[in-house]
C-alpha cells in the first residue's frame, strides 16, 4: 500500500522520462491527459477554439518543465489539472477584462463572478472524472436517471446501505467544488 508521500510509480516515470526529452512520453501524457485538459478549459472559458490553445499551452508547459512538477505534492493528473484551469482562468480574465477595457459591458465583480462560477463548475467536472467508478456510477443514476437510492442499489446491484454510501460519498465530494474554486492541487507547483 503506498503511503501519501510516495507517489504513484507511473508519474514518477513518466516525469523522468519527460525529464530526459522522451517524445513518446509526451504522447502517453496527451492520450491519457488530453481529454481531460480540453474539457477543464472548454469548461472555464466556454469556447473550442481557446480550450484548444489552452490545451496547447499546458502540454507545453509540462514538455518545457517537467520538473515543475513535485510528485511529493500529489498526483500527476491534479497537477496538470490544476495548471490547465490556473492557465484557462488567465485567459478568461484577460479576454474578459480586454472586452470591459474596449468598452464592454459589465464591471470587474461581474468578472470575478465569472470566473468563479467557471472555477467552480471546472472543479466539479474534475471531481466526477476523478471520483472512483462506484461513486460515479451511483451520482449519474441519481442525477441523470433520477434513481432514488432503493432504485441505485437494485441497478448497481449492492444493498441499499452500500447505495447509500456511495451517494453520500460522491455528494460529498462534490460539495467541495464550491469550496475550492479549483482543481485539487492548484496551490502550487505550476
Given amino acids: 500500500m503506498a503511503t501519501k508521500d510516495a507517489p504513484p510509480r507511473w508519474d514518477r516515470k513518466m516525469q523522468q522520462r519527460l ?4 517524445a513518446a512520453a509526451l504522447g502517453e501524457l496527451y492520450d491519457r491527459f488530453g481529454s481531460l485538459v480540453h474539457s477543464l478549459a472548454h ?6 477554439s481557446a480550450a484548444d490553445g489552452i490545451t496547447r499551452e499546458v502540454f507545453a508547459h509540462v514538455w518545457e ?3 515543475a512538477y513535485d510528485p511529493k505534492q500529489g498526483p500527476l493528473r491534479s497537477w496538470v489539472a490544476a495548471l490547465t484551469h490556473r492557465l484557462a482562468v488567465q485567459r478568461l480574465r484577460a479576454t474578459e477584462t480586454a ?3 474596449q468598452g464592454g459591458q459589465g464591471s470587474t465583480e461581474e468578472l470575478e463572478r465569472k470566473v468563479r462560477r467557471a472555477s467552480v463548475a471546472a472543479r466539479a467536472d ?3 472524472t476523478s471520483m472512483p467508478a462506484p461513486l460515479r456510477a451511483a451520482l449519474e443514476l441519481a442525477y441523470f436517471q433520477r434513481r432514488d437510492y432503493r432504485q441505485t442499489a437494485v441497478d448497481l446491484g449492492v444493498t ?3 447505495a447509500r454510501r456511495r451517494l453520500r460519498l460522491g455528494l460529498q465530494l462534490l460539495s467541495t467544488a464550491h469550496d475550492a474554486g479549483a482543481p485539487p492541487g492548484a496551490g502550487g507547483g505550476a
Fill in 65 to 67: 518543465h517537467p520538473d
Fill in 126 to 128: 474534475y471531481i466526477v
Fill in 99 to 101: 472586452a470591459l477595457a
Fill in 160 to 162: 441499499e446501505d452500500e
Fill in 19 to 22: 525529464a530526459r526529452g522522451e
Fill in 43 to 48: 469548461r472555464v472559458l466556454g469556447d473550442e
